[in-house]
Every structure is written in structure tokens, then in C-alpha cells.
């Protein structure tokens, strides 16, 4: 009995894993993190679970039918995002079509609307799981298979005699030590990269959820939820040596920290660091991170245990702007951030939004000259996108604000943008400002010269290049 787990094909260079799910101006290609852990309770389980990830191949669907036609899978997953569900909901049929699977819709689309997915899916998606799925799909087939009644299984939305059922939902997984590690023994992890960290890079997701109460983030309130859940130290590190016996040789890359705050639990960062300076792994690494969690003490530990480049959603330069998103920062934590980052050896990614509400553009331009005083080593901006199932939609909802007619206007033609306007500030213009602010930024006499004698391979310059020319388009 076969099971596909598939990352499934949309646009070239579409980036699932991201938080603004969409081909992004660097042409960021991350590793299906949670489709990773799905398969690797599969296989745990005993089951015969195949990982794919058809961006990464560079795979389109009808790649995705030959797949199907070939494996016969008697269950197929495949992940959601807002603006990819129409063509989600396709590669469903696909594998109805061509082996009539049963299909487990997951993601944080198909969790924040379950009943609208199945109701526009007409029949092609069989179950949603709602929220953290790595438990919530091996427990679907395992009834499935056993015969069992799927209202058993909490976290899941199905048809039952033509009407929708929810179950109820289900706890988030508090063990996370408990989960087997991810199947990345089915990625080429080469496959992966991003502007901003040494290629190949590779995710570690030490933990889940986050306690903050940002309006606009989809992770902790659609997937993880605000309770921030730990794995050990040993854990965590035992995975990262893992996946160092698995490196190619020929390259050192880095190991990413994708928590959504690394540096919340002082304690628990300082266990990490410690294991490994212990074990003496050597690995170049780097973290997620929030401008209020500045440490000189703590930053230097991470830097004595390889740690390379923070990573911080700043969001804005405008403190109107950060207090309306209920951020929880000041202005004056996040140069604090910087300053003590740049004390204990390491570098600060600066992560800018633009069209947040109560968005001018007098407060952008605030925000760019913020960004570009901050001495930064790297940033980005994005395009404010509310995503179904976060506070900022239902605010844009219920304002007026949101001018796409269909989820396939979440994207242009596949790139990430807006799809908000207010009444003093234009689509046109905030998508005008995350290229001005990116075009600014990268081609500042110092960043050209500092990106010229960084660059560490030809391709490594053809992906950096490709970040700074579609800034500039």
C-alpha cells in the first residue's frame, strides 16, 4: 500500500514554507519542513511513504500524473497555501483521475477554510487536516485501513453523507522529542537555497509556535498556535549531527534555525549551544529571532557555537505601524539588536513589511530610511498579504481592503505582492516601495562591494544576482 506525500507543483520557484507562501524576488527555495515530518511518522509507523517535492525537481503536473500513474498510491497528501489552492485542488484530481487515492488535503489554507476548500474541491479532496499534521494524517489512514470511524480522529474535516463533519480539534503535539526526525533522506538537499544563507542550507525546527500576537502571521495562528513548545537540547542537536553524516562533502553550507524565536528561551539557547561545543560539530548556523530579545551574553555564546546570522522581522520603521500590528517592539530595541549583534561577531537579516494598516506613504518612506540607517547586512521587504485565518484578514475583510476577487489574485503571475489598498495608498505603490527598498539597499556602493567579495561560487552569484536584478524589474 503506497502513500505519496507531495509538495505539489504551482508556478516556477514557488515557495510553500515560506510565510508569504510565493515566488519571491531571491528566488528562495525552502525544504517542505512539515511535509519532512509527516512522512517520517509514516515511515515510523511502517508505512510505505514516498516524499516528493516537485518544485525542487523542477517538476510540473504532468510529471505529477505520469507519478501517479505509475506509483498507484492508495493515499496522496498535498499540502495548501492560499494563493496555489486552485491548482492544489487540481493536482487532487490528477491523482483521482489517474488512481482514484484518497486524498488528505493539509497546509494552512485548506486548516483556516476547511469547508470552503472542500465545498470549491467538488469531491477531489477527500479529508483536511486542520493545524499540526503529523499525527493527524498517519491516524486517518490507520482508520481508514483498519476500518475505524473517522469522528475519532480529532483535527480533520470530511463529507459524511453529504455533509461537512468537523472533528474536534486536536491538541498541539507538547513531546516534540517524540517525533521522529524528518525524512530528509527523500530531499536532495541541494536542491535548497536562499540569498541571505550559505548554500546548501537546511532547516531545524527546534520548537513550535510563538507566544507574540503579531495580526498578520499565519505560522502560530492557523499551524502551531501562540504556545511556544520546546525540544531538548540533545534532541535538537541529534538531528543537526545527523544531518551533518548525511552533508555533501563537497560543500559546508549552514543549518537554519526556523523557530519563529529562537532567542525567547534564554536558558534553552544557551543548553543548545553548550551541546554543541560539547560534541564539537563545527556547524555554521543561524536563527530566527526578535529585536527585544537583544543579549550580548547569550550572542556570544551563539557565536563561540557557530552561529553566523540572525534573522529579525523588524517590520517597520514607524512605531504607529508596529504598535497597530501589535508587534511589541520599539524602535529603539531594534538598533539595540543590531548594535549588539554586530558586538558579539554576528550578522543581522532585516525582515521589512510594507502595507501593513495604517500604512502612508509617508510612514514607508520612514521605513526605508530606517532600513537603510540600521546597518543592516542583509534584508528583505514584502508586500503585506492577510492570509485567511489571521487577524489582519479579518480586519482588511470586514475594512474593505482587500481588492483580489479570487485566492488566485493572492499572487501576480506568481510573485509575491499585496492584495490590499487603503484609501491614501495603492497596490501599485506599495509593490513600488518593496522594489525601490530592495533596489536602494543592494546596490549601495558598500553592499556591492562587500556581495562581490563574499560571493562564494558562480551559482551562488547567478542566485544573488537574480535577488538584485528582479528588485530592480
Not at 23 to 46: C, H, I, N, Q, S
Not at 70 to 88: A, E, F, G, N
Request: hydrophobic share 35%.
Amino acid at each position: 500500500m503506497k502513500i505519496l506525500v507531495i509538495n505539489e507543483p504551482f508556478v516556477p520557484y514557488f515557495c510553500r514554507t515560506q510565510r508569504w507562501a510565493a515566488r519571491t524576488r531571491g528566488r528562495v527555495l525552502r525544504p517542505p519542513d512539515w511535509l519532512a515530518y509527516a512522512t517520517a511518522v509514516l515511515e515510523k509507523d511502517g508505512f510505505d511513504a514516498e516524499l516528493y517535492d516537485f518544485p525542487a525537481r523542477n517538476w510540473g503536473k504532468p510529471q505529477l500524473r505520469e507519478l501517479i500513474r505509475k506509483k498507484q498510491p492508495r493515499y496522496v497528501v498535498l499540502d495548501s497555501t492560499t494563493p496555489s489552492i486552485y491548482s492544489d485542488i487540481e493536482c487532487a484530481g490528477i491523482a483521482k483521475e489517474e488512481a482514484d487515492s484518497v486524498i488528505i488535503m493539509v497546509g494552512p489554507h485548506a486548516s483556516a477554510v476547511p469547508d470552503e476548500t472542500l465545498e470549491i474541491s467538488k469531491g477531489k479532496i477527500d479529508i483536511i487536516v486542520r493545524g499540526e499534521y503529523d499525527y493527524s494524517v498517519r491516524d486517518i489512514i490507520r482508520a481508514l485501513e483498519d476500518g475505524s470511524n473517522l469522528e475519532n480522529v480529532p483535527g480533520i474535516s470530511y463529507r459524511k453523507k453529504g455533509q461537512i463533519v468537523h472533528t474536534p480539534h486536536r491538541p498541539l503535539i507538547e513531546d516534540l522529542d517524540a517525533l521522529p526526525l524528518p525524512a530528509w533522506h527523500q530531499l536532495d538537499i541541494l536542491k535548497y537555497y536562499a540569498g541571505d544563507k550559505l548554500y546548501p542550507y537546511m532547516n531545524i525546527i527546534a520548537g513550535r509556535g510563538c507566544p507574540f500576537r503579531c495580526i498578520f502571521c499565519l505560522w502560530p495562528q492557523v499551524m502551531h498556535g501562540r504556545h511556544y513548545r520546546l525540544r531538548s537540547a540533545k534532541n535538537v542537536v541529534d538531528e543537526m549531527e545527523y544531518n551533518l553524516s548525511n552533508w555533501p562533502k563537497i560543500k559546508k553550507g549552514e543549518l537554519f534555525f526556523e523557530d519563529d524565536t529562537f532567542t525567547i528561551n534564554r536558558e534553552r539557547a544557551f543548553e543548545i549551544c553548550q551541546e554543541l561545543l560539547d560534541r564539537k560539530l563545527g556547524v555554521t548556523w543561524s536563527a530566527n529571532a526578535r529585536s527585544d530579545t537583544y543579549d550580548l551574553d547569550l550572542f556570544k555564546k551563539m557565536k563561540e557555537a557557530g552561529c553566523r546570522d540572525l534573522v529579525v522581522g523588524f517590520e517597520s520603521g514607524d512605531q504607529a505601524i508596529l504598535n497597530r500590528i501589535k508587534k511589541g517592539i520599539t524602535l529603539n530595541q531594534s538598533r539595540e539588536f543590531i548594535r549588539t549583534a554586530h558586538r558579539a561577531g554576528l550578522l543581522v537579516h532585516g525582515c521589512f513589511v510594507i502595507g501593513l494598516p495604517g500604512e502612508t506613504e509617508s510612514s514607508i518612506k520612514t521605513t526605508l530610511r530606517f532600513a537603510m540607517e540600521a546597518n543592516l547586512d542583509t534584508l528583505q521587504f514584502s508586500g503585506s498579504i492577510p492570509f485567511p485565518g489571521t487577524e489582519y484578514y479579518d480586519y482588511c475583510k470586514d475594512e474593505g481592503l482587500i481588492k483580489a476577487t479570487s485566492w488566485a489574485d493572492w499572487l501576480d503571475e506568481g510573485e509575491q505582492t499585496t492584495v490590499v489598498e487603503y484609501p491614501n495608498l495603492t497596490k501599485t505603490q506599495i509593490n513600488h516601495y518593496v522594489d525601490k527598498g530592495l533596489r536602494d539597499f543592494y546596490f549601495q556602493p558598500r553592499f556591492m562591494f562587500k556581495f562581490l567579495f563574499n560571493t562564494r561560487s558562480f551559482s551562488d552569484l547567478d542566485r544573488k544576482s537574480t535577488r538584485l536584478n528582479s528588485s530592480h524589474t
